[in-house]
Nanobody, 124 residues
Framework: QVQLVESGGGLVQAGGSLSLSCAAA????????VAWFRQAPEKERVFVSAISRGGSGTYYADSVKGRFTVSRDNANSTVFLQMTNLKPEDTAVYYCAADMGPWGRTSPLQYNYWGQGTQVTVSS
């Protein structure tokens, strides 16, 4: 098993930036594909970005492509999500998820391990 803890959320004005972190503990972190999801109030949890085990492969939802960057530091068991040019529609609870299956999957049902989430609020 792996335990995940997100941090870095907060309140930011439209056009601003935030950097989220997902710290992992437990099994060898490099064995896990990782993804970020977000969930706005009264909406489903949706895919944001994914990163391969070694970090060379990344994938983004169209809504964040060109604005968000995912990366990972396996030596420190951490995944990052750098968010720039934030928009009010980016407001949501952001979750990181991990799984030992293939990387790049976009359904939350395909991930077995989840953090508790961190709130991102973008004001207009």
């Amino acid at each position: 098993q792996v335990q995940l803890v997100e941090s870095g959320g907060g309140l930011v004005q439209a056009g601003g930036s935030l950097s989220l972190s997902c710290a992992a503990a437990g099994r060898t972190f490099s064995n896990y594909a990782v993804a970020w999801f977000r969930q706005a109030p009264e909406k489903e949890r949706v895919f944001v970005s994914a990163i391969s085990r070694g970090g060379s492969g990344t994938y983004y939802a169209d809504s964040v492509k060109g604005r968000f960057t995912v990366s990972r530091d396996n030596a420190n068991s951490t995944v990052f999500l750098q968010m720039t040019n934030l928009k009010p529609e980016d407001t949501a609870v952001y979750y990181c998820a991990a799984d030992m299956g293939p990387w790049g999957r976009t359904s939350p049902l395909q991930y077995n391990y989840w953090g508790q989430g961190t709130q991102v609020t973008v004001s207009s």
